[in-house]
C-alpha cells in the first residue's frame, strides 16, 4: 500500500482556497432578527395588545420612561392642576401618570392611549371600571356608579365616579399574589373620544383624598382639546 506524505496532504488543502465553515451558533437571546429570518415572524412584539384589549391596572410590563410623560395623547392635550404631580409612568401603556395625596393618603391618575379603535369600547371600559369595586352591603356597584356624558371642546367625554372597596389592582411582574382588596376608595374616570382614538383618565384612590382633589381632576378633563 502507498502511503501519502503529511506535507503533501498540507499543501493540498492550502492550495485549495477554502476555509472551513464556520460552526452555527444559536442566536443570542434577545437579539434583533435580520429580514426574513424564521424565528423573527415568530418572536411576539415586546408587551404587544391584541386589537381591542382594554386598558389595564398597574403592574402590566416593566418601565420604560425614565420621566414624566408629555402632558397629551392621542392628538389631545390638557391642563394639569397643581394638585397632580406627574412622574414617570410605571409601565409602555401608560401615556402619562400622575401622583395625588392629600389627608386621606396617597392616589393615582393614569393616561392610556392605545391608537386609532384600540382599547375598547367606551361601554366596556366603564363596566370593566365598574367591575374592579364591590360595595360594603354587597349591592351591585353598577347602582352606585355615576355616570355622565358631555361636550368638551367638540368632543364626547363619559365620566365614572364610583365609590367602595377596590380590588382591580394587578401584582407586579415577579410578584404572584394580586394586592389586597382597598376599603373606602374612590374612583373618577373619563374616557375622552379624541380625533386619534379613546384616550383613557383613571384616578384612583382613598375616597378622602379623592374628594380633596376632586374640583381639580374636573378641571382637567374641562381642559381638554385637540393638541397642535
Known amino acids: 500500500?502507498?502511503?501519502?506524505?503529511?506535507?503533501?496532504?498540507?499543501?493540498?488543502?492550502?492550495?485549495?482556497?477554502r476555509s472551513p465553515a464556520?460552526?452555527?451558533?444559536?442566536?443570542?437571546?434577545?437579539?434583533?432578527?435580520?429580514p426574513g429570518h424564521p424565528a423573527a415572524e415568530a418572536r411576539p412584539a415586546a408587551n404587544q395588545l391584541p386589537p381591542g384589549h382594554p386598558p389595564t391596572g398597574t403592574?402590566?410590563?416593566?418601565?420604560?420612561?425614565?420621566a414624566p410623560g408629555p402632558n397629551a395623547a392621542g392628538g389631545l392635550?390638557?391642563?394639569?392642576?397643581?394638585?397632580?404631580?406627574?412622574?414617570?409612568?410605571?409601565?409602555?401603556?401608560?401615556?402619562?401618570?400622575?401622583?395625588?395625596?392629600?389627608?386621606?393618603?396617597?392616589?393615582?391618575?393614569?393616561?392610556?392611549?392605545?391608537?386609532?379603535?384600540?382599547?375598547?369600547?367606551?361601554?366596556?371600559?366603564?363596566?370593566?371600571?365598574?367591575?374592579?369595586?364591590?360595595?360594603?352591603?354587597?349591592s351591585d356597584s353598577k347602582r352606585a356608579a355615576q355616570v355622565d356624558e358631555r361636550t368638551v371642546a367638540g368632543m364626547k367625554v363619559t365620566t365614572l365616579d364610583l365609590k367602595g372597596t377596590f380590588s382591580g389592582g394587578m401584582a407586579p411582574m415577579m410578584q404572584k399574589a394580586a394586592p389586597a382588596p382597598q376599603t373606602d376608595h374612590r374612583l373618577l374616570g373619563a374616557i375622552a373620544e379624541g380625533p386619534r382614538g379613546p384616550v383613557f383618565?383613571?384616578?384612583?384612590?382613598?375616597?378622602?383624598?379623592?374628594?380633596?382633589?376632586?374640583?381639580q381632576f374636573e378641571q382637567l378633563?374641562?381642559?381638554?382639546?385637540?393638541?397642535g
Open 22 to 34: 464556520p460552526a452555527a451558533s444559536a442566536t443570542e437571546p434577545g437579539s434583533p432578527l435580520p
Open 201 to 215: 383618565f383613571k384616578l384612583v384612590g382613598p375616597a378622602a383624598t379623592l374628594e380633596a382633589v376632586r374640583a
Open 1 to 17: 500500500m502507498h502511503r501519502v506524505c503529511p506535507h503533501i496532504l498540507i499543501l493540498v488543502v492550502a492550495c485549495s482556497g
Open 77 to 138: 392635550a390638557w391642563k394639569v392642576p397643581e394638585a397632580f404631580v406627574a412622574r414617570a409612568p410605571k409601565s409602555r401603556m401608560r401615556a402619562a401618570e400622575y401622583g395625588v395625596s392629600a389627608e386621606g393618603g396617597a392616589g393615582e391618575l393614569t393616561v392610556f392611549y392605545f391608537g386609532p379603535g384600540q382599547g375598547g369600547g367606551v361601554q366596556a371600559n366603564m363596566d370593566r371600571w365598574i367591575g374592579q369595586f364591590s360595595q360594603p352591603d354587597g
Open 59 to 66: 403592574g402590566e410590563v416593566q418601565p420604560s420612561a425614565t
Open 221 to 227: 378633563v374641562g381642559s381638554l382639546h385637540p393638541a
